[in-house]
């Protein structure tokens, strides 16, 4: 195939940690290497400059905090990227977010006469999302005619990227056409099960026999955190230690969460983590838990998955495609706290029957998505030049 000019629009970018920008990240530099340029267009501050300080064709527009995630930042002036993407002149561009940049990438698109792709990457419209994000008043608005923004955006690309079976099925019951499955892949050779995590268990103070379930993503009230500190308290005698990494506006509510429920002994909030040790936290677990029955994909869970360690999930959503009950992990009744504790004391205690981790995690690696990932790019330009 030619060598392609994309241009990636985003409002997620460093420095926030998620799996939008994750996946940016990963498949930017896999499409790089395989020689294909790739451009992005997104909104961030010094911090953000400094960040990419040195990566080649990073565009950064000056943006405005939110005030619950001061991490992301809201484009102010995204249309200071129109002279720069008509000097560059991609082949194709494709958003990542259907906000800001988003939609000034689609404007771009429709007056430049090029073909557009978007991924829908997050829940937005989940109430409890916007409960997170926006006032009330916004809140109450945005999820009375988020679907109507959501079927109209997506309508105008040439394609809706799902990056699962589950969101395809969930965008054409709304109404959007021309959908295409394209998972966001991770990078298998960094996530493995080789990871030396024996230096991590000693800087968390954990016995040697004590086991280990982790939550690792965002802290916040779409991800039904309470679940876990439930059925934790469920399994205080279990000899278990409950770690929750990472950061968000409800951490402080869910740390008096685990006071109340007098669990704080065996729960550890030990807040933002460092990406290049990311990996030593999911091969120091004996399971990997995620309760929230928010995820498109669950890119968390197939990083569990590619250290060798088993996942413990809703049975929502996405989720469903990740675990494989008995072989990889279990699955249990959303919400259901005693589900969720009876599933975390069957893995933690048959660890080794679950063989199928690594199996599953390799079907997602970065350079098989991204093979798709270019098919869906070859197939939208050439039935743009017809």
């Not at 994750?22 to 953000?48: A, C, P």
């Not at 679950?354 to 991204?370: D, F, G, L, P, W």
Request: charged share 25%.
């Amino acid at each position: 195939m030619e060598t392609l000019k994309i241009a990636f629009y985003t409002d997620s970018f460093l420095p926030a940690r998620d799996g939008v920008v994750t996946s940016i990240i990963n498949t930017r530099r896999e499409l790089m290497k395989r020689g294909h340029e790739v451009y992005i267009f997104t909104s961030g501050d010094s911090r953000t400059r400094r960040l990419v300080n040195g990566s080649k064709n990073i565009f950064v527009i000056r943006g405005m905090k939110l005030p619950r995630y001061p991490q992301y930042k809201v484009a102010v002036l995204p249309f200071m990227t129109t002279a720069s993407i008509s000097e560059i002149d991609p082949d194709i561009i494709h958003t990542h977010t259907p906000f800001f940049m988003g939609t000034w990438g689609l404007a771009m698109a429709k007056i430049n006469k090029i073909p557009i792709v978007s991924t829908f990457h997050t829940l937005f419209n989940d109430k409890r999302a916007l409960e997170m994000y926006a006032p009330m008043h916004t809140a109450k608005f945005a999820e009375k005619y988020s679907w109507r923004y959501v079927r109209f955006y997506y309508n105008k690309c040439n394609v809706a990227i799902a990056p699962s079976e589950t969101i395809k099925q969930m965008l054409a019951k709304h109404g959007v056409r021309n959908i295409s499955v394209v998972p966001n892949g991770l990078d298998i050779n960094r996530f493995n099960p080789h990871v030396d995590s024996h230096r991590l268990r000693k800087k968390l103070q954990m016995r040697k026999d004590e086991r280990i379930v982790l939550y690792l993503g965002r802290i916040s009230k779409e991800k039904r955190l309470e679940t876990l500190l439930r059925a934790a308290r469920l399994l205080k005698e279990q000899n278990v230690r409950f770690v929750f990494a990472g950061t968000g506006p409800a951490l402080d509510h869910y740390r008096s969460m685990a006071h109340r429920l007098r669990i704080s002994d065996i729960t550890d909030f030990v807040g933002f983590v460092e990406d290049r040790i990311l990996p030593s936290y999911y091969k120091a677990a004996d399971a990997f838990c995620i309760p929230s029955t928010f995820e498109t994909q669950g890119i968390a869970a197939y990083e569990a998955l590619a250290c060798g360690t088993p996942v413990i999930a809703a049975d929502s959503l996405a989720l469903r495609e990740a675990v494989q009950r008995g072989r990889n992990g279990e699955l249990f009744k959303p919400n259901d706290f005693h589900s969720c504790a009876r599933k975390i004391d069957k893995v933690i205690n048959t660890r080794g029957l679950y063989k199928e981790t690594r199996k599953t995690a390799e079907n997602y690696s970065v350079e098989r998505t991204t093979d798709r990932l270019l098919e869906t790019y070859k197939r939208v330009i050439k039935e743009a030049t017809v």
